[in-house]
C-alpha cells in the first residue's frame, strides 16, 4: 500500500487566499483525521471522520476552516480565508478503527507546510 | 479528561540506552502508542501497550504500568538516526469514539 497521501507538501500563500489541502488514505481504514501540528501547540486533533461522516470537529479552530470526505478515498480541508497565524504543518491520518485497540493504530501522511504570509 | 506528561528534551550518547518517560491522567484506559518523528517528518507507530509489562521490539521497548498511570519507552544500542521526536498518545473516548491525544513530545538528541 502506498500509505497515506497529501498535496501539495508545501503551499505558500497570501494573507486572505484561500487554501485547499488534500488528503488520501489508506485503502480500507475507515476513520480519517486532521492534525496541526506547531511547536507551540503540538499536535492537535482538527476534525475526524468515519465512514466519510465527520464525527468530532471541536477541534477545528475557527468558521474559516472546513473539512469534507466526499468518498472513502478523498478527503479536503480547506481554509478560507487563510492568516498568518495558522501557519502550520498540517497532516492527514487513518485508522482501521478507534476501538480502543491495536488497531486504532493512526498512519499518517507526510504532512504539507502551511506558510500564510 | 486527558493530561499527558513527557520531559521536553533527552540528550543521549551512541551506543548508550536512554529511557523517555511518559505518565498521563485518563477517565479510562484504552491503551498507549509511542510514536517516533523525525525532523520535518511525520509521526510514525513504533508501539501500543494495553497491557502491563514490557513489550519488546528489537531495540525499542515499551513498558506499561496501569496503576501508575505510566509507560516508558527504551531505546538500546542509540544510533544517531534515533535522534528524533518521540510522542506518547492515548486514546480518549468521547461522544461513542475513542481519540489520539498526544503528549507534546519528547526531542532526542544522540551525540557521538
Known amino acids: 500500500d502506498a500509505g497515506v497521501i497529501q498535496s501539495p507538501r508545501h503551499e505558500v500563500t497570501e494573507m486572505g487566499q484561500e487554501v485547499t489541502l488534500r488528503c488520501k488514505p489508506i485503502s480500507g481504514h475507515d476513520y480519517l483525521f486532521w492534525y496541526r501540528q506547531t511547536m507551540m501547540r503540538g499536535l492537535e486533533l482538527l476534525i475526524y471522520f468515519n465512514n466519510n461522516v465527520p464525527i468530532d470537529d471541536s477541534g477545528m479552530p475557527e468558521d474559516r476552516f472546513s473539512a469534507k470526505m466526499p468518498n472513502a478515498s478523498f478527503s479536503t480541508l480547506k481554509i478560507q480565508p487563510s492568516e498568518p497565524r495558522d501557519s502550520a504543518v498540517y497532516f492527514c491520518?487513518?485508522?482501521?478503527?478507534?476501538?480502543?485497540?491495536?488497531?486504532?493504530?493512526?498512519?499518517f501522511g507526510p504532512g504539507t507546510r502551511l506558510t500564510v504570509l | 479528561g486527558q493530561n499527558i506528561d513527557q520531559p521536553t528534551e533527552m540528550t543521549a550518547t551512541e551506543g548508550a540506552i536512554v529511557q523517555i518517560n511518559c505518565t498521563y491522567q485518563?477517565?479510562?484506559?484504552?491503551?498507549l502508542f509511542w510514536y517516533q518523528q523525525h525532523a520535518g517528518e511525520a509521526p510514525t507507530f513504533l508501539s501500543y501497550n494495553v497491557l502491563d509489562g514490557l513489550e519488546e521490539k528489537g531495540r525499542f521497548s515499551s513498558f506499561l504500568s496501569r496503576s501508575k498511570g505510566y509507560s516508558y519507552l527504551l531505546l538500546k544500542e542509540l544510533q544517531m538516526k534515533d535522534s528524533a521526536s518521540y510522542l506518547c498518545a492515548v486514546p480518549l473516548f468521547s461522544g461513542g469514539y475513542n481519540k489520539l491525544i498526544f503528549g507534546a513530545g519528547t526531542r532526542l538528541a544522540v551525540h557521538p
Open positions: 491520518a487513518s485508522s482501521l478503527d478507534v476501538a480502543g485497540t491495536s488497531t486504532d493504530t493512526q498512519y
Open positions: 485518563t477517565s479510562g484506559f484504552n491503551g
